[in-house]
């Protein structure tokens, strides 16, 4: 056992377990282990009943709101466990101040991240916000849903029906973001040929509205990845990545991201893949394998995914991973995902990839799912093969690129991209 973003050791009960506590309470369900050493070996709380009380009273007279949180005692080490839960009141101050976690370590919150923290706790969102403009146009946005919803022209009604006002009756954020001019960023699409050092093509969508960023990405998608190839006497269009994942995953980018920093999603394009780059983690209530999995739980910028929805650029909220999945279902290398604290990366290799496997390799990949994980137990037993030559050839693949690999130990799972 070892320290981590959601746990931490203590080997006795001083003020210095607070700032986590405001962390945990902020950001995310943590435990703090009292009677711990820093090497993680249980030394105990001399006397764990007054323990519980002395952190139960500095917990409650110093940090506002009161947060939720349990203690319990294991007896034979005489450790105390304090588990903290996220609050949904927050922020979670400690001496006017609020913290999270990096790493195994407590800071404190930057002013972006306690301004986040205020929204939240007033169950309010960064699109919600007014805009502090009353001169907004919407050509564009109206063009659209002509299109798509058959409406004949675009009314305050129909705005406010989207959610584009702020409790003021004045356009909030979203509404800025569908606007034709504004001050937010936007998307930056690059192609690349051999290397990064050769650019071949570069377009920014910037200060316009977000259906005009998603249309100017798939522009150039279509430009690059499609062409036309002609059997017998038909006409087919041939994608060298598949257009639904594309669509999904700038949709996606756009509508999850995180619109109160300046940054551009990112679309680098090279002749064997796409790389989508999105600001921003996960949002708040949302695991990496939960993501993965295709289910939400939280949306950072709800009025925007239900435009996006009524439009049908998305078909459901949580569904856009697994439609990316269900695109490379008949691909050897499929897409890959990847989560960090401030970006969710997307790659989509073109379709004709190949894995540089063996015929074990080849076969164990053409067991496997995108959609269920096994363990190597499992996928020996159905191929009939030997432990040790199951993980020897899973490791191979892994290596490949084709297969994920999700936990550790014995609880190790696999799928395939």
Request: charged share 25%; proline share 3%.
């Amino acid at each position: 056992m070892i320290e981590g973003r959601y746990l931490e050791f203590k080997q006795d009960i001083s003020n210095t377990f607070l700032k986590t506590v405001s962390a945990f309470a902020n950001f995310g369900d943590g435990v703090i282990l009292f009677g711990v050493s820093d090497g993680g070996d249980a030394v105990g709380v001399k006397d764990p009943d007054a323990g519980c009380l002395d952190i139960e009273n500095r917990i409650n007279d110093s940090i506002s709101p009161r947060p939720d949180y349990t203690m319990s005692i294991n007896r034979r080490t005489g450790v105390i466990t304090l588990r903290v839960s996220q609050g949904r009141n927050k922020p979670y101050m400690y001496k006017g101040k609020a913290y999270r976690r990096s790493d195994t370590a407590t800071v404190e919150a930057d002013p972006l991240e306690l301004r986040r923290l205020v929204l939240e706790g007033s169950n309010m969102y960064f699109e919600d916000l007014p805009c502090g403009s009353d001169d907004l146009t919407f050509e564009y946005f109206e063009t659209r849903l002509k299109e798509k919803l058959g409406i004949r022209s675009l009314n305050e009604d129909i705005l406010r029906t989207f959610g584009l006002y702020s409790g003021d009756k004045k356009y909030n954020i979203a509404a800025a973001l569908f606007s034709d001019r504004n001050s937010f960023s936007g998307v930056d699409i690059a192609r690349f040929g051999a290397s990064l050092n050769e650019i071949l093509d570069r377009e920014t969508a910037a200060g316009v509205s977000i259906l005009k960023q998603y249309d100017a990405a798939v522009s150039l998608y279509r430009r690059y990845y499609q062409y036309e190839k002609i059997e017998g006497i038909e006409r087919k269009t041939v994608e060298m990545v598949p257009e639904e994942a594309f669509r999904e995953a700038v949709a996606n980018a756009l509508v999850h991201r995180t619109w109160d920093i300046s940054s551009h999603v990112r679309i680098a394009m090279f002749p064997d893949r796409i790389e989508i780059t999105s600001p921003g983690g996960l949002p708040a209530g949302i695991t990496k394998e939960e993501y993965l999995n295709g289910y939400i739980s939280n949306l950072r910028n709800p009025v925007i995914a239900n435009v996006f929805f009524r439009l049908h650029y998305i078909e459901m909220f949580g569904t856009g991973v697994r439609r990316i999945k269900e695109a490379y279902k008949s691909a050897y290398i499929g897409p890959e995902f990847t989560v960090s604290d401030n970006a969710v990366k997307v790659v989509l290799p073109c379709m004709d990839s190949r894995p540089k496997l063996t015929s074990d390799g080849r076969t164990l990949l053409n067991a496997m799912d995108s959609e269920i994980m096994m363990s190597s137990s499992e996928l020996a037993e159905s191929l009939g093969w030997t432990r040790d030559k199951t993980i020897r050839t899973l490791n191979m693949v892994f290596e490949s690129g084709a297969v994920v690999k999700y936990g550790t130990g014995r609880g190790t799972r696999y799928s395939r991209r």
